[in-house]
Nanobody
Framework: QVQLVESGGGLVQAGGSLRLSCAAS????????MGWFRQAPGKERDFVAT????????DYADSVKGRFTISRDNAKNTVYLQMNSLKPEDTAVYYC??????????????????WGQGTQVTVSS
């Protein structure tokens, strides 16, 4: 079992940066891949990034590649999403998630069984 709590969202101007954090509880955190998703109003929940349990493998949606960086600190049971060069279209509720299997590689939200409550990111133009 993994419990997740996101923080770090807020209002930022276009071109600015934010860093989201996701604190996890549960002894198995370090053995799980982790992911970030986002959901804008009236839209489906979209994949943003994922990272393997060791941090050695990472995958990003094309829309954020080169601007966002996912990382983790297993000693702190925390995964991060550094977001740079933010755009108004990045506005959404951002969720961290862990896959049910714990395995790395999925971009499908249906394969993630553990979710945080979400944190709002708003980028003004």
């Amino acid at each position: 079992q993994v419990q997740l709590v996101e923080s770090g969202g807020g209002l930022v101007q276009a071109g600015g940066s934010l860093r989201l954090s996701c604190a996890a509880s549960g002894r198995t955190f370090s053995s799980y891949a982790m992911g970030w998703f986002r959901q804008a109003p009236g839209k489906e929940r979209d994949f943003v990034a994922t990272i393997s349990w060791s941090g050695g493998s990472r995958d990003y949606a094309d829309s954020v590649k080169g601007r966002f960086t996912i990382s983790r600190d297993n000693a702190k049971n925390t995964v991060y999403l550094q977001m740079n060069s933010l755009k108004p279209e990045d506005t959404a509720v951002y969720y961290c998630a862990a896959p049910v299997s714990g395995a790395y590689g999925s971009r499908w939200s249906s394969e993630y069984g553990y979710w945080g409550q979400g944190t709002q990111v708003t980028v003004s133009s």
